[in-house]
């Protein structure tokens, strides 16, 4: 806030007139002691200032509580739980046994993007541990704070597995796996796509044993046929 | 500018101590006369509330000035210093001595007592010798005033608010200053030379009739000797060189 010093032109009671540099005349209520010719300070900005200033401070409070509030928890491979907030971010990290313990001391993944952090910890397990690309991909998981928020899910998993692929880049034939790992994934009955999935796949099978199904009736029908003939040249 | 008032009474002041000091019996009603608005300027600040001529404070400075004249060393200090500090230190030992009696006015009761303990240095009687020199322009311009029916109180609302609209009516102040005809035309007729600053200065008439005794005011200051006030209504250096 800026001060500018004014003089005392006139003086009443409960107050005086001031002639400020800007050649502004102004009233400004005081009962301290002054006395025309004196010079007094006058802040300028007034309560408008004051305002802004608990407005900024109000939205850092608000914005920090909101940025560490958990919205959901990420599980990983070896035992790691990370809590993320609502723009992706990891607020907490979290190791359930001694090995998560062990990728926790090496990598630092706190505030870092849900992919970012995915990726680091992938690239960790996969120094000390070539064959749990697999294990890594079948333990994700994403559990929402809030049960009924579905979309949080779909979206940190999408990240997750974002992350995955960048650290392990896909190979073409592991397009199928990466299906049945989304099917996998899912908490049970909260993936309505992986439900999808399986139906298309069970009328994939339908139609293979249709076709299967198809030349043993043409069998039967000629052998129904055959015998029927020979009971004819019988009679 | 400080130093001006503070060197123009010092040097009278000097003149009058001599006289003072060769038998002059006249010489210290002078200084009275001079000294006595900084010397209720120099108490009031010490109290911290107004002092009028005949409060005891008052006595006390006329006795403190007497010793002054006295004790005064022109290689130690000024005059006009000097004799402040004679008074503040004298008023101060007033006040303890009140205390100590247990004679405690009401004013007091509510007053910070603690500006006794306080120490000021010789800035702090310059400072009362600019507001004491301030004060006389102040009057000086509120006599120049009311010949125009204009008060400062009025001024507080005919003030205009945007920096814009002020500068602008500064200017058109500044242009009836620095020209004869318009300043004359004013100072005779009381009114702003409005027909004049629109057809030859292209000046918004509105701005000028809105803010006339605004302009009116800021005119005076420009046209008569005020020193320093007229720093805080130019234009352009008002508001940047008075900031601190």
């Known amino acids: 806030m800026t001060t500018k010093k004014g003089v005392v032109v006139e003086r009443s009671n409960d107050g005086a007139i001031i002639l400020l540099p800007t050649g502004e005349y102004r009233k400004i209520n005081t009962r301290q002691y002054l006395e025309v010719g004196e010079l007094y300070e006058v802040s300028s900005g007034g309560p408008l200032k004051y305002v802004a200033v608990a407005v900024i401070i109000l939205a850092l409070i608000i914005g920090s509580i909101d940025y560490y509030s958990l919205q959901a928890y990420a599980n990983l491979t070896s035992g790691l739980e990370l809590g993320v907030n609502r723009w992706g971010r990891v607020i907490s990290v979290q190791a359930k046994n001694t090995e998560g313990q062990r990728i926790i001391d090496t990598v630092q993944v706190q505030n870092n993007k849900l992919e970012v952090a995915v990726e680091k910890i992938t690239h960790q397990v996969l120094k000390k541990e070539q064959n749990s690309q697999d294990s890594i991909r079948h333990s994700l998981n994403v559990v929402a704070k809030d049960k009924n928020n579905q979309k949080i899910e779909e979206k940190m998993l999408k990240e997750m597995e974002k992350g995955l692929g960048k650290a392990t880049p896909t190979k073409p034939e592991d397009s199928s796996d990466s299906r049945t790992i989304n099917n996998e994934i899912q908490p049970e009955g909260k993936n309505d796509s992986s439900g999808n999935d399986k139906q298309v796949f069970k009328s994939d099978k339908s139609e293979s044993n249709q076709h299967a199904t198809q030349p043993k009736d043409e069998k039967a029908k000629l052998h129904e046929k055959k015998a029927k003939l020979h009971e004819k040249e019988q009679k | ?244």
């Open chain 2, 1 to 244: 500018m400080r130093s001006n008032a503070a060197l123009e009474l010092n040097n009278s002041l000097n003149q009058l101590w001599e006289d003072y000091r060769a038998g002059d019996p006249v010489a210290l009603d002078h200084i009275f006369e001079k000294l006595m608005p900084f010397c209720l300027r120099v108490c009031a600040k010490t109290c911290g509330r107004y002092i009028q001529e005949n409060d005891d404070e008052a006595s006390i400075a006329r006795l403190a000035v007497v010793e002054a004249m006295d004790k005064y060393d022109p290689d130690k200090a000024t005059l006009p210093v000097f004799i402040g500090q004679i008074i503040r230190n004298r008023i101060i030992d007033f006040k303890r001595k009140e205390r100590k009696q247990g004679i405690i006015p009401f004013s007091l009761l509510s007053r910070d007592t603690s500006r006794f303990g306080q120490e000021v240095d010789d800035h702090f009687y310059e400072e009362i010798l600019d507001d004491i020199a301030r004060r006389q322009e102040i009057d000086k311009l509120k006599g120049l005033l009311q010949a125009f029916q204009i008060t400062f109180e009025e001024l507080v609302t005919l003030s205009p608010r945007q920096q814009k609209t002020r500068q602008s009516a500064q200017q058109i102040a500044q242009i009836i200053a620095g020209n004869e005809l318009l300043s004359g035309f004013l100072l005779k007729k009381k009114v702003l030379p409005l027909k004049e600053l629109e057809e030859n200065w292209l000046v918004n008439r509105k701005v000028a009739d809105r803010y006339r005794k605004f302009i009116i005011a800021t005119v005076l200051i420009y046209l008569f000797d005020f020193p320093y006030l007229i720093d805080y209504v130019l234009p352009l250096k008002g508001g940047q060189e008075n900031d601190n």
